[in-house]
């Protein structure tokens, strides 16, 4: 196939913005950008990877020991560097020395080496190859240590051990690499097995997913073998027989030989949303793009707010884990219209949305910002997030009109859209919920009957199943399917809707359940989150215990991570009954 001519591509572009020769580093964006640059390299996403000698640490490495089950970790300090020692009954004991912190907004995540114990500061055992993700998190809200992976749909754990190799699991999402390296699996197609770092828009439906079209075959094939030569340290030029053995081949390297050393930069850079810029910094008048361009494949888009969404959700898209369901009663391996229940999905979840045509990530969030927490809480509780919302729906700015659309006070917290079209039901980082960002409205036919809890249930935590669907149908004239109803919650559709999805939920569904309970202290839930305290995913166990501390008004008197499944049960039942609470609800009309 033939290259585009420059009169194809869009006038005052950068026409290359892939390879590894277009890329030019943060640093040369601060001379005509210093006070956006100031601004970005102190903002916690250009920090999500760090060198640990270069910065400081919130996390304790102090002596401080965080134990799990029988198991202990350790986190020291010595002659300036930080050291994790795991004791492990099953695993064993071993010594790491910290050579990445992973993170800074929420918690601090790390990447280190095996250590001879003895000789710690002698010899590393292995080479920068062998980084392996460490067993322990930092949360930096609640000032305490977690087992790596909980804030996910990950089971039970049987001790703690070091992770999967850090090149393999976070090199590309945390730092700058060329983007044509995530893009060989979409181009290479089915061929193509998995590897850390590629598009993963096939985890969106076919009419949302980016589309790169191949321009010149020769040319891919001759830029893939270039790139495969720098990672092997070669400058020979491979025999490469056609495109797609180039391309398999590529994904083949990048698997193997992709390290730290061949990054643009470490932690998140300019160029990581606004591709290789080093046309644009020889000639500014030539503007960088958010979509791919090279001479032999090219990215489209529908939208601008689209190509901009589509950049964040290069790694804000992920459904993390191996938990099989999603929103929309979808399932993980089988339906890719359903969206994610936890962090890290919102790219994704957003651009499955109904206003991803007409607005981006962007519109809420600014990714330059040290802090975007005081941009998001004025969006949350000033009129300043209905303002984003009306500059489309304009039929909704005055006080009358948005009252009679969605039948509260215009001035209270139902009259705020975000609470009603992105509601607050995804797990977070911190422990709450955070807002789904597929937004949409609590009346869709998918999100009522193939999903727990209604979505009016979260603020109207006293209301009856049968109470908030004749809501629906008296303000909105929507009718639902009265057996996909006694399928979710039960033949009594008199039952509150919390307490149901507490007894009938899957996991997913209950985290919102509980945090909703505890906010409220349902006393009547807490038999439910006692039952949840020994369930198979420990981020919902994390939510059952919050909400019985809430429930109770005090913290919870034993170890909810001990090795004795029955044990934290007996302890949770005494503790219980001190309240008057173990027991209760033992009549369950809902089950």
Request: charged fraction near 25%; include cysteine; aromatic fraction near 6%.
């Amino acid at each position: 196939m033939p290259a585009k001519s420059p009169s194809e591509i869009a006038p005052g572009t950068v026409t290359s913005n892939i390879v590894r020769s277009d890329y030019a580093g943060t640093a040369s964006c601060t001379p005509c950008h210093a006070d956006i640059s100031d601004s970005w390299t102190r903002a916690p996403m250009h920090r999500m990877t760090r060198l640990p000698n270069a910065v400081s640490l919130d996390a304790p490495f102090d002596g401080r020991t965080f134990h799990f089950k029988n198991d202990s970790a350790t986190l020291t300090t010595a002659d300036g560097d930080h050291y994790m020692q795991v004791v492990s009954a099953k695993y064993g004991t071993e010594t790491f020395r910290v050579t990445k912190v992973i993170g800074g907004h929420y918690r601090e995540d790390f990447a280190g080496l095996r250590v001879d114990a003895a000789q710690k500061n002698a010899r590393v055992l292995g080479d920068t190859h062998d980084e392996v993700v460490l067993p322990v998190s930092y949360l930096l809200a609640t000032r305490t240590l977690r087992y790596k992976g909980y804030s996910v749909m990950t089971p039970e754990r049987d001790g703690l051990k070091a992770g999967p190799t850090w090149n393999r699991t976070c090199i590309f999402c945390h730092n700058t690499a060329p983007y044509l390296s995530s893009m060989l699996g979409a181009l290479a197609g089915a061929d193509a097995k998995p590897y850390q770092g590629e598009v993963v828009d096939a985890l969106l439906p076919p009419d949302r997913r980016a589309r790169f079209e191949v321009t010149d075959e020769d040319g891919l094939r001759d830029a893939v073998g270039a790139e495969i030569s720098f990672l092997h340290g070669s400058t020979e030029k491979l025999p490469l027989k056609n495109v797609q053995t180039a391309l398999i081949s590529g994904i083949e390297a990048t698997r193997a030989d992709f390290w730290q050393r061949d990054l643009v930069e470490i932690g998140i850079g300019c160029e990581s949303c606004h591709g290789g810029s080093r046309e644009h910094v020889k000639n500014p008048s030539v503007k960088p793009s958010f979509m791919p361009h090279a001479s032999f494949v090219h990215g489209s888009d529908a939208s601008p707010p689209r190509e901009i969404s589509r950049t964040c959700a290069r790694c804000h898209q992920v459904l993390f884990s191996g938990y099989p369901f999603t929103w929309e009663g979808g399932r993980r391996s089988e339906d890719d219209r359903g969206g994610s229940h936890i962090n890290s999905g919102e790219g994704r979840d957003f651009l499955l949305g109904h206003c991803s045509e007409k607005m981006s990530c962007v519109d809420c969030h600014d990714p330059h910002a040290p802090g975007n927490e005081k941009r998001i809480s004025e969006l949350e509780d000033t009129p300043a997030g209905n303002a984003v919302c009306v500059r489309c729906h304009a039929e909704y700015e005055s006080g009358d009109a948005l009252r009679a659309h969605a039948h509260h006070d215009p001035k209270g917290e139902g009259g705020k859209c975000m609470n009603c079209h992105m509601p607050k039901k995804n797990m977070s980082l911190g422990g709450e919920t955070t807002r789904y960002h597929r937004i949409s409205s609590p009346t869709d036919r998918d999100i009522v009957e193939r999903d727990r809890p209604l979505e009016c249930a979260l603020c109207h935590e006293k209301k009856t199943v049968r109470e908030i669907l004749g809501d629906m149908k008296k303000f909105w004239g929507m009718s639902y399917d009265e057996t996909k109803m006694r399928e979710l919650y039960g033949e009594n559709l008199d039952q509150n809707a919390i307490l149901a999805t507490l007894a009938l939920g899957k996991p997913h569904e209950k985290a919102p359940a509980l945090f909703v309970a505890g906010r409220a202290k349902m006393n009547a839930a807490a038999r439910y989150a006692e039952e949840e305290l020994t369930g198979p995913y420990p981020i919902v166990r994390g939510y059952a215990l919050r909400a019985l501390e809430s429930i109770t008004g005090e913290a919870a008197p034993f170890d909810p991570l001990a090795e004795d499944d029955a044990k934290i049960a007996e302890e949770a039942r005494a503790w219980l009954s001190k309240h008057d609470l173990a027991g209760a609800n033992d009549k369950r009309d809902a089950r």
